[in-house]
């Protein structure tokens, strides 16, 4: 196996499988490694690059889970611990319109004591504020959770949380699949293999979704393969995620904080390239810039990534864990951002449909 030799397969349109997703990670010659990426990503998407028009809302950071690499989680009586109320929630979402968001992000603690119908007025709330309003909310790890709460099955929850407004899912709780690492990093969190089924069932039940990965931390870069392995076979037969986002851990504040864990600038374009080269079945490589930071984000609009998230507004999970990005970015900011690496800025609506381009 050559890089000659994938590159050659690649460029035919064929797959490339885990072992040479494997080569490609160990391959030296970054810059290749991203001319790679570009081409395959340019053939599907042209020169460009997608962002949008968002706000996050992470309406609780209490919750029942304690994972190791999460430096937002609070028990109920830590300090710090907050939930919002749905007032604020509102308000939030006012402040949003007003600034020409399309798509609310939602995601929060497993909260021990909140009720169901919580989550069905949070999403409707939302929606009384603007019917227009995208609601991007739960991950598969939050619908396992209200599942148990509701006592309903995954897709009556996901029934009820539809009609209140639920739109699409982000693609957050993923972590790393492989069962090894995953009892070290969040021993309570659903198994990666539960995450995959009630994703199949998202996606049965016609909503789009995301799909994360998060790198830097205790993984081996067969592990990450792996993680995009099934993600995929899963692809293959739902169609149903839309964009795959590697998170960058962060290691601050959280119990993972081991020498040497959190990545390099390197091994963050690498990762995106050789996603964009294995990952053929998946449109949208996004940089979510909150862990990446802004420079690598942009750097990456060069090695295969074809989106960037958005302007966010009020992010408190990779903040909580030291990311030294700002809290938002502006829509021109973002419009510089990609112009200056001599792409074509489009606005984009949840489901990837063109709004305007720049
Ligand atoms: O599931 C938690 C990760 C995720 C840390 O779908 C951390 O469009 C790095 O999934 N360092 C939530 N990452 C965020 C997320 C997301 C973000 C942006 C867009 C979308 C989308 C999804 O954040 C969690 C976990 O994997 N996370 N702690 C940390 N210390």
Redesign the pocket.
Known sequence: MTFASISEKVLAGGRIDEAEALFLNGHEDLLALGDLAQTVNERRNGRKVFFNVNRHINHTNICVNR?R????FRTAEQPGAYLMSLDEIRTRAQEAVGQGATEI?V?GGLHPDLPFEFYLEMLSTIKAVSPDLHV?AF?A?EIAYLADLAKLSIPETLERLKQAGLGSL??????IFAPEVRDQLCPEKISGAKWLAIMEQVHEAGLKS?A?M?YGHLETVADRVDHMRQLRELQDRTGGFQ?F?P?????EH?QLKLAGSGTSGVDDLRTLSVARIYLDNFANV?A?W??LGEKIAQVSLAFGVNDL?GTVVEER??HD?G?DTPQAMSRDAIIAMIRKAGRIPVERDTLYRELRVY
Do not use: R, W
């Not at 690499?69 to 937002?72: G, R």
């Not at 982000?170 to 972590?175: I, R």
């Not at 998170?247 to 290691?251: D, T």
């Open positions: 994972c690499f999460c430096a937002f992000h995601v991007k991950t790890v982000p693609g957050g709780g993923a972590e995301n994360t998060l964009v986002i998170l960058a851990f962060q290691p959280s996004k979510y909150v862990m998230d999970i990779g864990a990311a």
